[in-house]
């Protein structure tokens, strides 16, 4: 037997170390060291009812125990056989207590639709992604449908965009198939740029054939003949995996002319981006694969009607792709069974930032944020106090605690003064400062600008300069009304997209934090201590004790005293560089 | 070479596919047939999977223990990378995660030999498709 005592971080808060080693104890004492062993594991993702002791081979799973229930769990359930009923889970729904944790596949809040192959096959054989139904959807669109009614499974799945704009993915499709042309394409949009994001890497390192099937499932439906995929070349192994499986495809005539003997022609191209955020943009990307400078223009024409090479054009994202052949094989009502009633179906969300389990996800819409970070997330790092989670990376905003139950869908969070974005969460704590969260994401988007419109070129670097004097404690009140106005001039004039949201970090952060921002420009602090110039480093005279350590390890020379006599900072001098801070072994260093 | 000339065609070779696949992964063949796979993402490489996967080809050789070791994406588990899934013949898969050469000696000596479980094991938190 083995009992499964939950090592992750929520759980070992809650004493999950001290019940393993209660259980080791108590099973040696009855000598039962060698019929069952006590194992430390991950997060169970359901820190909301930890610590959690799972026994195999049975899996009963307990949940809430506590160090003193080991000996009970010894006792009744290893030598006696019998569960320990009161730590068994109660179905809330159902009000009963579970005893087989296969029958709660509730408690998994995940669902893997896009990520279904991802660390399951291996991306390189494309026998492994046949044998899990791979290519049956292209198979059956091919001989079974008309290209309308595979547009029509698709609007009626409720399939929308994953790129970040959420348009539905159905009619776009419709639109570049009732354009009429002698050639259309396909383009498969894997130029990933929000800083932390990286889902639609992840789908093209570990399932790559999912996204060229889709790709021919588009082309069978709009009458293109023709696939690109434009991919950053900053991400050489999902080029490298996607270029074999293309070949693999082609061997096996699963791309090229007479498709499964159905006369359908389809084959798929690479094009590389040189890591413009702006590419992510359609029509920049569009001009960026037909060789020009990667600069956006007006809409319309939309890529449907003029795009590359002014042929029609359907520009999906990796992710949107990757759903297309289960909502095929699985219909429509399955897919939109899922999620919520305008988000239908599931999202990958790549965590990082201050939460325990950084990773990759993917839940179905309609889950809470709360679930999100504290569930499957594992909650804060450290124990510290969560702070604000930015969703949509450049392009989108901070979320607060007042936040954390509303159910994401691309709806409630444009509503919260966020957004979808492609799926990037960067969690904060206590520790972030969120008038540098913002400057941070605006020097993103100065440098990515691409230069075209002076609202863009010239508004976001304003923009910029004011919150930089804000953290150096050089801002006035005046000045934060003067970059709300600012913002809202360039999200009304801005060209394209990432001029028209770039302003969103600094209006969510005002929106949410504006005491913060307060704090800056009156008081000349900064409350989360990130602030370097805002920040003064003081010896307490009642805690030094004289041993010099900051003095020796200061690189400035900025500390003086006599030995066994308090010392002094000089701030004239100091740097700021936290040495002192770090070597000081009676905390009598303070910022304030 | 084999080219897919039709619906029917592609079927039949997911069939056969997937009994090589079922053969593989029940070790139905006279040997204990362990199936080990390698999160291989940017992500795992960048951590060290691919030195635990040299480590493993060349240690259960080594040790004559008849495996198949694949390489595939990334599990979601960032981390706790590099992450390995160990697959023996009548048991359900288990994920191990901060595999090193260390952990990994340790699972093919404890779990792989004697289907001990070791420290390390990373729950199955979601739902595949394959259960709706």
Known sequence: ?592 | MIKVKSLADLKKMRESLQAKVDLREKGEAAENLVQIKVAMATCGIASGAKVVMDYLLEELEKRGINAVVTQTGCMGYCYAEPTIEVKLPDADAIVFGYVDKKKADEIIEKYIKNGELVDGIIPVNYESIDDK
């Open chain 1, 1 to 592: 037997m083995h009992l499964l005592v939950c090592g992750g971080t929520g759980c070992r808060a809650s004493a999950s170390d001290s019940i393993a080693e209660k259980l080791k104890a108590e099973l040696a004492a009855n000598n039962l060291q060698d019929e069952a062993q006590v194992i430390q594991t991950g997060c169970f993702g359901f820190c909301e009812k930890g610590p959690i002791v799972k026994v195999l081979p049975d899996n009963t799973f307990y949940t809430q125990v506590k160090p003193e229930d080991a000996p009970e769990i010894v006792k009744e359930h290893i030598i006696k056989g019998r569960k320990v009923e009161r730590l068994l889970y109660v179905d809330p729904a159902k009000k009963q207590k579970v005893e087989d944790s296969k029958h709660m596949g509730f408690y998994r809040k995940q669902m893997r639709i896009a990520l279904r192959n991802c660390g399951f096959i291996n991306p390189e054989n494309i026998d492994e992604y046949i044998a899990r139904d791979g290519y049956q959807a292209l198979g059956k669109v091919l001989t079974e449908l008309d290209p309308q009614q595979t547009i029509d499974i698709i609007k009626k799945s409720g399939l929308r965009g994953r790129g970040g704009g959420g348009f539905p993915t159905g009619i776009k499709w419709e639109i570049a198939s009732k354009n009429k042309a002698d050639q259309k394409y396909v383009v498969c949009n894997a130029d990933e740029g929000d800083p932390g994001a990286f889902m639609d890497r992840s789908i093209l390192e570990g399932d790559p054939h999912s996204v060229i099937e889709a790709m021919a499932i588009c082309g069978y439906c709009i009458g293109a003949s023709k696939g690109l995929v434009y991919i950053r070349a900053e991400y050489p192994l999902a080029i490298q995996r996607l270029r074999i499986a293309i070949n693999q495809a082609r061997e096996y005539g699963l791309l090229g002319n007479d498709i499964m003997g159905t006369g359908f022609n389809f084959d798929i191209n690479l094009r590389y981006g040189a890591g413009a955020f702006v590419c992510g943009e359609e029509t920049a990307l569009i001009h960026s694969m037909e060789g020009l400078r990667g600069e956006p223009t007006n809409k319309p024409p939309f890529p449907a009607e003029r795009g590359y090479m002014g042929k029609p054009t359907n520009v999906n994202n990796v992710e949107t792709f990757a759903n297309v052949p289960p909502i095929i094989l699985k219909g429509a009502d399955w897919y939109s069974s899922i999620g919520t009633e305008k988000s239908k179906g599931t999202k990958v969300f790549a965590l990082a930032g201050k939460i325990n389990n950084v990773g990759l996800i993917e839940v179905p819409m309609g889950i809470t944020l709360r679930e999100v970070i504290f569930e499957i997330g594992g909650g804060i790092k450290n124990g510290k106090k969560f702070k604000a989670v930015q969703t949509g990376g450049p392009s989108g905003g901070c979320l607060t605690e007042k936040h954390l139950d509303i159910p994401i869908d691309f709806d409630n969070l444009i509503a919260a003064g966020s957004m979808m974005g492609s799926g990037g969460m960067i969690v904060m704590d206590e520790d972030d400062c969120m008038v540098s969260v913002a400057k941070f994401y605006l020097d993103f988007t100065v440098e990515e600008s691409c230069g075209k419109c002076s609202p863009c070129r010239i508004g976001n670097k304003r923009l910029y300069e004011l919150l930089d004097r804000i953290t150096k404690g050089e801002g006035t009140l005046e000045d934060l009304d003067r970059l709300r106005n600012l913002s809202h001039v360039i999200k009304d004039t801005a060209l394209c997209g990432l001029g028209q949201t770039s302003p969103n970090p600094v209006l969510s952060t005002l929106d949410n934090f504006y005491d913060e921002y307060v704090a800056h420009v009156v008081d000349k602090k900064c409350p989360a201590g990130q602030c370097k110039s805002l920040l003064r480093y003081v010896i307490d005279p009642e805690a030094c004790v004289g041993c010099t350590a900051c003095a020796r390890n200061c690189p400035v020379n900025a500390i003086s005293g006599e030995r066994k006599k308090p010392h002094e900072i000089n701030p004239d001098i100091c740097i700021k560089c936290g040495a002192c801070y770090e070597k000081c072994k009676f905390d009598a260093i303070r910022i304030i």
